[in-house]
């Protein structure tokens, strides 16, 4: 029997929160963030997990940023902080029955925080990569991350939530996993 924190694509989501042109240059190692996040994307499609995303304010934050809007086809805009403020994303959730959502995405402290603390009160599971999550100043990341998981947010990182949700090399999936994790090495090698 598998632990109730235990990852599983047959019922977790993925949430791309806010990755965003104008902001992603001032976030610290933001070429890293971006690569994990596409890294859970791409892990994401091959084990048939719903993939959500949104833009905060793109008039004035401007689009998803290129390398993740190629794998996102729907990115509704909000200007709450909270993706929960989205009747669709909440309603995907319950609709694909996914009481577990991994959450990703710009700032920390703000719109990944106020999603997590949100979607925790409507009694979801939330999980945070915390490789691809990122804020302007790390004291602002390092304290929500504190507080999520002090919240009951599980912390963990993108190659352990795909390895979780696959669950083993018998999956279908497992090859074309274990691709993507090489080809992330690879971009990761000097």
């Known amino acids: 029997m598998a632990h109730p924190t235990q990852l599983s694509a047959a019922d977790t989501a993925l949430l791309v929160i806010d990755v965003q042109e104008k902001l992603i240059p001032k976030i610290l190692d933001a070429d890293s963030l971006q690569r ?16 959500l995303a949104t833009e905060q304010y793109p008039k004035g934050l401007g ?5 993740l809007r190629e794998r996102l086809s729907e990115r509704p805009d909000k200007v709450a902080f909270s993706c929960a403020a989205i009747p669709s994303v909440v309603e995907t959730l319950h609709r694909e029955a996914r009481p ?29 990569a915390v490789d691809a999550v990122g804020s302007r100043f790390r004291i602002d990341h390092d304290y929500a991350l504190r507080r999520m998981e002090q919240a009951g947010a599980v912390l963990t990182t993108s190659e352990t939530i795909a390895f979780e949700c696959v669950g083993g090399a018998g999956h279908p999936a497992f090859k074309g996993i274990s691709a993507l994790i090489q080809a992330r090495m690879k971009a990761l090698a000097p």
Do not use: Q, W
Not at 63 to 67: G, M
């Open 63 to 67: 689009p998803t940023v290129a390398c």
């Open 36 to 51: 994990n996040v596409a890294f859970l994307i791409d892990a994401a499609r091959l084990l048939h997990m719903p993939v």
């Open 100 to 128: 577990k959502v991994v959450l990703t995405g710009i700032e920390t402290h703000v719109c990944v925080l106020g999603s997590a603390l949100d979607l925790l009160a409507l009694d979801f599971r939330i999980y945070v």
